[in-house]
């Protein structure tokens, strides 16, 4: 069985750092991209960051490119958000979600059910 | 980026009815529209891929039709597992953009 669980959400001040991760089970993790796609309140999905299967290829949102920076560690089948600069409107809840293929192709067969960040003074 | 609608944005329906939501796009995305299903609290489930092609383990009254820029999702006889809220998602173009939702309740 398939299993996505966050980890790291929390409140943080804006300016602020944060890193979420999102270990992986019941699947071949290494061989698969994984994405982060959050919800803020109120709000729709939204795409934020894809990393390829091997870490070479990433892509961000506009939102938070710059800022925030996708990794993972295929040996821990762990995928990461380290998330910098952070601003009240980045306050969502974060999924990570599993593509159906390795480079990445945007479609998620996949998600964890989420990690509240919360950016507030 | 691609924007995605959908309508109605809710409906209420009985078990056993059939439901039909559609998801449009700004601009032709091909058949590369995906339907999910989220219940609160929960994460979203693949429920349709390349808007017809129907996901592993996904009963088969779900069905999606649809190509360029206007798709539809059936729901053909509504089962008490499925109220809850349905996006459609595009994976044509990046960035892949997401529809508001469709919320399903109980009538």
């Known amino acids: 069985e398939v299993q996505l669980l966050e980890s790291g959400g929390n409140l943080v001040q804006p300016g602020g750092s944060l890193r979420v991760s999102c270990t992986a089970s019941g699947f071949s993790f290494s061989s698969y991209a994984m994405s982060w796609v959050r919800r803020a309140p109120g709000k729709g999905l939204e795409f934020v960051s894809l990393i390829s299967d091997n870490g070479a290829s990433t892509d961000y949102a506009e939102s938070v490119k710059g800022r925030f920076i996708i990794s993972r560690d295929n040996s821990k089948n762990t995928l990461y958000l380290q998330m910098n600069s952070l601003r009240v409107e980045d306050t969502a809840v974060y999924h990570c979600?599993?593509?159906?293929?390795?480079?990445?192709?945007?479609?998620?067969?996949?998600w964890g059910q989420g990690i509240l960040v919360t950016v507030s003074s | 980026d691609v924007q995605m609608t959908q309508s109605p944005s809710s409906l209420s329906a009985s078990v056993g009815d059939s439901v039909t939501i559609t998801c449009r796009a700004s601009q032709n995305i091909n058949n590369y529209l995906n339907w999910y299903q989220q219940k609160p609290g929960k994460a979203p489930k693949l429920l349709i891929y390349t808007a017809s092609s129907l996901q592993s383990g996904v009963p088969s009254r779900f069905s999606g039709s649809g190509s360029g820029t206007t798709f539809t999702l059936t729901i053909s006889s509504l089962q008490p597992e499925d109220f809850a809220t349905y996006y459609c998602?595009?994976?044509?173009?990046?960035?892949?953009?997401f529809g508001p939702g469709t919320k399903v309740d109980v009538k």
């Open positions: 979600a599993k593509d159906m293929d390795d480079y990445g192709e945007y479609n998620f067969d996949y």
């Open positions: 998602q595009q994976s044509n173009s990046r960035p892949p953009t």
